[in-house]
């Protein structure tokens, strides 16, 4: 089974502009998570999608949001870019059903000069 | 509240060595499940075991083992006869109903 997928897996972008980010789960997963990773605060949950809704939400501003497709694709945006918005933003899949395993992808790492 | 402790940030060790990464972890919940994650350079987080909260038993699977203690709320994670390829970064995460609760990761580096 392949495994999670994740585009671009790099980007460089200028403050103000906006990004999209796009996670393929494994076949079969219905929830997608996203997660922040910086140096400075480390892993951080963003959001959970389960059946194209947004299931959970984590505490970050209204600028980062998302949302996820009948094939359970999921894309993320963030506007107005901050140059603390650089990290490693990192999509993992699950079954959805209940506190499964939840499999990451290998990242896409944003840069915001 | 809900936290995991990784108060190791790095270890160093020679290949063959045997090594130790700590995890406690926080919580209030009566069911839980705790997850073991590493991280190597190129950024992907790679499962490696998961935990109920209602199965205390130890677990081997290789060189990897894993000791669960409910009493001391620790789920510390072993490496036997570390090898270079050990190298990355561990995590340790519990899941509550909604997300992963990560701790800060422990760095290993193994020196042939």
């Known amino acids: 089974k392949a495994g999670v997928t994740q585009t671009p897996r790099y980007l460089i972008k200028t403050r103000g502009q906006q990004v999209t980010l796009s996670c393929s789960p494994i076949?079969?997963?219905?929830?997608v998570s996203w997660y922040q990773q910086t140096p400075g605060q480390g892993l951080q949950f963003l959001f959970e999608?389960?059946?194209?809704?947004?299931?959970n939400k984590g505490n970050f501003p209204g600028r980062f949001s998302g949302r996820q497709f009948s094939n359970s694709r999921s894309e993320m945006n963030v506007s107005t870019l901050e140059l603390g918005d650089s990290a490693l933003y990192l999509c993992?899949?699950?079954?959805?059903?209940?506190?499964?395993?939840?499999?990451f992808g290998p990242g896409t790492r944003l840069t915001v000069l | 509240a809900q936290k995991v402790t990784q108060a190791q940030t790095e270890i160093s060790v020679v290949e063959k060595e045997d090594v130790t990464l700590d995890c406690v972890y926080e919580?209030?919940?009566?069911?839980?499940?705790l997850f073991w994650y590493k991280q190597p350079p190129s950024g992907e987080l790679v499962f490696l075991i998961r935990?109920?909260?209602?199965?205390?038993q130890n677990e081997i699977s290789g060189r990897y083992s894993w000791n669960f203690q409910k009493s001391t709320s620790s789920f510390n994670f072993t490496i036997t006869a570390s090898q270079v390829v050990d190298s990355a970064v561990y995590f340790c995460?519990?899941?509550?109903?909604?997300?992963?609760?990560f701790g800060t990761g422990t760095r290993l580096q193994v020196f042939p």
């Open positions: 076949s079969g997963h219905r929830s």
């Open positions: 999608y389960f059946s194209e809704t947004q299931r």
């Open positions: 919580t209030r919940d009566t069911t839980y499940y």
């Open positions: 993992a899949s699950s079954l959805g059903r209940g506190p499964d395993t939840q499999y």
């Open positions: 935990r109920n909260s209602f199965d205390e």
């Open positions: 995460a519990l899941r509550n109903t909604d997300k992963l609760i």
